[in-house]
Antibody, heavy 121, light 108 residues
Framework: EVQLLESGGGLVQPGGSLRLSCAASGFTFNNYALTWVRQAPGKGLEWVSSISASGGTTYYASSVKGRFTISRDNPKNTLYLQMNGLRAEDTAVYYC??????????????WGQGTLVPVSS | EIVLTQSPGTLSLSPGERATLSCRASQIISSSYLAWYQQKPGQAPRLLIFGASSRATGVPDTFSGSGSGTDFTLTISRLEPEDFAVYHCQYFGTTLWTFGQGTKVEIK
């Protein structure tokens, strides 16, 4: 059974940093690209960042580029999101998702349960 | 940049009724890159439809997706109590992943 389990969320002050982790199991981790998606309270879904299966290629939404860094440790089956320079507008539940392996039919086939990151003084 | 607009914002229906949700793209998009997700309160989204019309594993056949070009539709043929939720459409394009703002299907 595919499982994605996020951790590392919690209250952080504006300007602060936080690192989120996503522990994966139930599939061959290094065969899949992965993504972070966030959802502000009462709002819709927003794509944040993606990373290729090897970790060699990364992508970022313009709203987080230069502040957030996505990475992965394939031997440890873990995805990370390092968040620096946090702002109030970064307050959201952050979800780890798996990108379906067929590049002709891109979509997120599995999601973690999410971790909440409130940014407030 | 492609924008996805979902309508209506809220759909109030009774169990057993048919629900028709719209997702309109600001430009013509490939149907292969259009997906739908269901999200219940306090839960993570769940994949329903990919490639505009293919149901994900375990999704009941009361859910169907259709459309092409700029207009896409998610239809729930007969609403069950567990189908009342928020539905999001998503597109993969040159600016990577884009979501619509969501449609809430609530009990009338």
């Amino acid at each position: 059974e595919v499982q994605l389990l996020e951790s590392g969320g919690g209250l952080v002050q504006p300007g602060g940093s936080l690192r989120l982790s996503c522990a994966a199991s139930g599939f061959t981790f290094n065969n899949y690209a992965l993504t972070w998606v966030r959802q502000a309270p009462g709002k819709g879904l927003e794509w944040v960042s993606s990373i290729s299966a090897s970790g060699g290629t990364t992508y970022y939404a313009s709203s987080v580029k230069g502040r957030f860094t996505i990475s992965r440790d394939n031997p440890k089956n873990t995805l990370y999101l390092q968040m620096n320079g946090l702002r109030a507008e970064d307050t959201a539940v952050y979800y780890c998702t798996r990108i379906h392996s067929n590049p002709s039919l891109p979509h997120f086939d599995y999601w973690g349960q999410g971790t909440l990151v409130p940014v407030s003084s | 940049e492609i924008v996805l607009t979902q309508s209506p914002g809220t759909l109030s229906l009774s169990p057993g009724e048919r629900a028709t949700l719209s997702c309109r793209a600001s430009q013509i998009i490939s149907s292969s890159y259009l997906a739908w997700y269901q999200q219940k309160p306090g839960q993570a989204p769940r994949l329903l439809i990919f490639g505009a019309s293919s149901r994900a594993t375990g999704v009941p056949d009361t859910f169907s997706g259709s459309g092409s070009g700029t207009d896409f539709t998610l239809t729930i043929s007969r609403l069950e109590p567990e189908d009342f939720a928020v539905y999001h459409c998503q597109y993969f394009g040159t600016t990577l992943w884009t979501f619509g703002q969501g449609t809430k299907v609530e009990i009338k």
